[in-house]
């Protein structure tokens, strides 16, 4: 007889028991929908956020670039306009030199004293230490120094700008000037006690291979009306190569402010500072009472940020920076002006290049509002069509369940209660069921079940037994890998120069880490961690070669890159499981305190020096049995008597809690300064203990080595 099909009846039931879930769903749906639109009112919110930071930044960046560019061109277009200045210097310098030796061929031409009628006025005056009395003694070399006149005057095109005054001064005690401030007053005028005089005198008449251009720093002037200004100044020599005196070139910081700040309205405040930490230009730059500017030091008291950056533009580096002057934030850029030692800097309050950004944050989180409207628009949509889908389906699953429910109910109730039996033990239980439909089918599999479940009882009680026999041989093969690492501390007793200790904590009955050291010559110990690729009896089995590899090669005397070398290509042969071992190796040459050590994509060890710890800058090379034909780099670093190195696998930072969070290297450094004034042995315990009270009764999900070396 064709049996009747049980869909319909298995539907009535399901869909009689989905009513209640029905409901549950689209109750967990309507939550999950306004968990949505929480989540992406959230993102929406941190995606403006991030926009606004992002292209803020870019902004910021962008000003602070042009800020700097301006602030190096600046310093370009100042720097020839000095070096033009320092180059005339030189010029009318050596001019003067051959006017002294030309003394025999050239007419004396006397310059007059200076005069006040002439004041105001461009013209070529005398003075000297002791006026118009001294005129005899000097009248000879002031005649031949006359011949400097139309060389003086032919600068003239050049008096405008910046050059307000030219002049030489001498050994002999007379200054003659080229300039608008002559006046009786400056008929009396001594030039070896200025500023710009002794400052290449002092070095001349000490040794004249010194001699060089030397610029001064800012001074009131007082034949110059007073003026602040700076002098470029150079050395003359005789005829006979002696010392006689210096050209002077003098330039106003008054004219040198407007160049200086000749854009500061469209781009900030501008300042010039000196070798000597001077304001040399400044665009607010203060006046006395009588209308002169006035010295003054760049640096201001109290404010350290603003000070350092003055210090870099006086060591003649160029860069930017915030600072806070005059009580507004500003970024300053600054590059320095080589001619002359000086520096130039920029700088603009940060409110005016972060406007743009403020008008950009605006514009975003319009958008974004905007956005969101239309996401809560369709989130009200599909609840509308949640709604009336549920009431459709609602309705169909109660006619449905009213038409069908009766017709199941009995066998279903006869099968339950035969698998109740069975689940109580009852394995040699029968259902016996003749609905001549798919439940008749479930029947008989459900009785196929039993004898089978009673077959496989029999057999979990021999394959247990199995397991137990692996079990046992797996504690031996963790006996045998224990045995193959140094365990005997003090291993080396007689050995004062050094103390050592280390231990290896598997994941599972056996692990892939190990350690070792040994010697490899009377005053050379190597020491040894590493970690191979996976765990449990492959990774130990592939441990015992390398570790066996490495201590072979160690002892026949070749170096510690040249070990990884010749591993690396033994490990690469046959590898066709793809394991590899990541391996950190380091000979201590005890008679120096050298260690040479080599890294094979390890983690790097923390030397502790002093009580303070620092991870090793070492290269991580590539791991053993990557890659065939490897060179592996070298480095060293000095020990010291105290000093330690604690070698590590990743087990230690990547040990896990109950959140998956790391234990990482910022806690293994912070408890590593805690505890590493510890004995050696404790020092590791303690260390373990952290990692325990950290992983707070989550499994260890890798292998855990340590390795202390302390050099005495």
């Known amino acids: 007889m064709k049996k009747k099909s ?21 109750a967990v749906a309507f939550r999950g929908l306004y968990s949505v639109r929480a989540h992406v009112l959230l993102s929406s919110a941190q995606l403006g956020e991030f926009a606004t930071a992002n292209s803020s930044r870019v902004l910021e960046q962008e000003a602070v670039g042009r800020l700097l560019d301006r602030a190096q061109g600046q310093s370009r277009f100042i720097n020839e306009r000095l070096s033009s200045i320092a180059k005339d210097a030189v010029y009318f310098a050596e001019h003067v030199s051959e006017i002294y030796k030309s003394a025999g061929k050239l007419s004396p031409l006397y310059i007059p004293y200076a005069k006040s009628e002439n004041n105001g006025k461009l013209a070529i005056w005398l003075a000297s230490a002791n006026g ?30 910046l050059t307000k005054s030219l002049y030489l001064g001498t050994e002999s005690g007379f200054i003659i000037s080229y300039d608008r401030f002559s006046d009786d007053q400056n008929q009396v005028f001594e030039p070896r006690d200025k500023q710009w005089y002794k400052g290449v005198a002092d070095v ?18 007082s034949s110059s009306n007073g003026k602040l200004l700076v002098t470029c100044s150079h050395p003359f020599m005789g005829a006979d190569g002696v010392f006689k005196g210096v050209v002077g070139i003098d330039v106003f910081i008054e004219d040198l402010n407007k160049i200086v ?87 603009r309050p940060i409110s005016d290049i972060m406007g743009p950004v403020t008008e950009n944050s605006d514009a975003i989180e319009s958008m974004t509002r905007h956005s969101l409207n239309a996401v809560n628009t369709a989130i009200v949509s599909v609840i509308i069509a949640v709604i009336a889908g549920f009431a459709l389906v609602a309705a169909a699953v109660i006619y449905l369940a009213r038409m069908l429910s009766a017709k199941i109910s009995r066998p279903i109730i006869t099968l339950e209660a035969g698998l109740a039996r069975i689940a109580s033990g009852e394995l040699d239980t029968q259902i016996s069921l003749k609905t001549g439909d798919e439940i008749e089918q479930l029947g008989d599999s459900v009785n196929t079940m039993a004898r089978e479940l009673k077959n ?64 490899v010559n009377d005053n050379t110990i190597a020491v040894i961690v590493a970690d191979v690729s996976g765990k449990g009896v492959p990774a130990a089995l592939f441990m015992v070669i390398a570790k066996t590899l490495i201590k072979n090669n160690a002892q026949s005397g070749k170096g510690p890159g040249e070990v990884f070398e010749q591993v690396n290509g033994i490990l690469c ?47 991580p090379g590539f791991v053993l049995a990557g890659l065939e034909g490897i060179r592996y780099t070298e ?52 260390i373990k203990q952290e990692i325990e009270k950290f992983a707070d009764g989550a499994e260890q999900a890798d292998d855990i080595t340590m390795l202390v070396l302390k050099y005495r």
């Open 6 to 26: 049980i869909e319909r009846k298995i539907l009535s039931v399901a869909v009689g028991i989905s009513i209640v879930s029905l409901t549950a769903f689209c």
């Open 573 to 619: 042969e046959g590898n066709e499981a793809g394991m590899f071992v990541t391996a950190f190796m380091g000979y201590l040459h005890l008679d120096i305190g050298i260690f040479q050590y080599v890294n094979a994509g390890h983690t790097p060890p923390i030397l502790i020096k002093g009580g303070k710890c620092a991870k090793v800058g070492v290269k």
């Open 204 to 221: 001349c008449r000490k040794n004249r291979d010194s001699c060089r251009t030397y610029w001064t720093d800012p001074y009131n002037d």
């Open 132 to 161: 118009t009395a001294d005129y005899p003694r000097i009248k000879s070399e002031a005649g031949l120094l006359g011949n400097v006149k139309p060389a003086f005057v032919s600068n003239a095109d050049d008096m405008v700008t």
């Open 261 to 347: 700040n000749s854009d500061s309205s469209q781009h900030g405040q501008a300042i010039v500072v000196s070798a000597d930490g001077m304001v040399i230009a400044l665009s607010d730059m203060k006046k006395g009472a009588d209308g002169v500017f006035e010295a003054k030091s760049a640096y201001v008291e109290g404010n350290l940020k603003y000070n350092s950056v003055i210090k870099r533009m006086i060591a003649g580096e160029s860069g930017f920076d915030r600072v806070n002057a005059d009580g507004k934030d500003l970024y300053m850029a600054y590059a320095p002006i080589p001619v002359t030692g000086w520096s130039v800097a920029l700088m």
């Open 456 to 519: 496989y009882i029999s057999n979990l009680q021999l394959v247990t037994a199995e397991k137990e026999r692996i079990g046992a041989e797996l504690n031996v093969a963790t006996k045998i890998q224990a045995s193959m690492l140094p365990n005997k501390f003090p291993p080396f007793p007689n050995r004062r120069e050094f103390d050592i200790y280390a231990s290896m904590q598997p994941a599972k009955e056996v692990g892939g880490d190990f350690y070792d050291f040994f010697f």
């Open 635 to 686: 480095g060293e670093l000095l020990m010291r008597s105290g000093d330690e190195l604690f070698l590590y696998t990743d087990g230690i930072t990547e040990a896990v809690n109950g959140q998956d969070a790391l234990f990482g290297e910022k806690r293994l450094i912070e408890a590593v300064n805690v505890y590493n004034g510890l004995p050696l042995k404790e020092f590791t315990d303690a």
